[in-house]
Nanobody, 124 residues
């Protein structure tokens, strides 16, 4: 069992960068693929990126491909989301989630544990 806790959100101008972190408690962090999702006001939660247990496989939503990078440090029980070239459409609450599988998934129902989210606001 893991409990994800996100941090690193904030207010940034368009074109800027932020790095989100997700620290997951529990001794079995490396047993979980990890994912990032986001939910903008009035919209459904959507997939952003996922990374496999080992970190060797990543997958991104088309809307963030080339701008966002997901990575993980299993020694620190932490997954990161580096976000560059941010635009106002990236404004959302960003959630970290853990999936007890090796490869990760873009599907929300695959995830077993969710964090509380961190707000990212991009001003124009």
């Amino acid at each position: 069992q893991v409990q994800p806790v996100e941090s690193g959100g904030g207010l940034v101008q368009a074109g800027g960068s932020l790095r989100l972190s997700c620290a997951a408690s529990g001794r079995t962090f490396s047993d979980y693929a990890m994912g990032w999702f986001r939910q903008a006001p009035g919209k459904e939660r959507e997939f952003v990126a996922t990374i496999s247990r080992s970190g060797g496989r990543t997958y991104y939503a088309d809307s963030v491909k080339g701008r966002f990078t997901i990575s993980r440090d299993n020694a620190k029980n932490t997954v990161y989301l580096q976000m560059n070239s941010l635009n106002p459409e990236d404004t959302a609450v960003y959630y970290c989630a853990a999936d007890y599988s090796s490869l990760g998934s873009p599907t929300m129902t695959a995830y077993d544990y969710w964090g509380q989210g961190t707000q990212v606001t991009v001003s124009s």
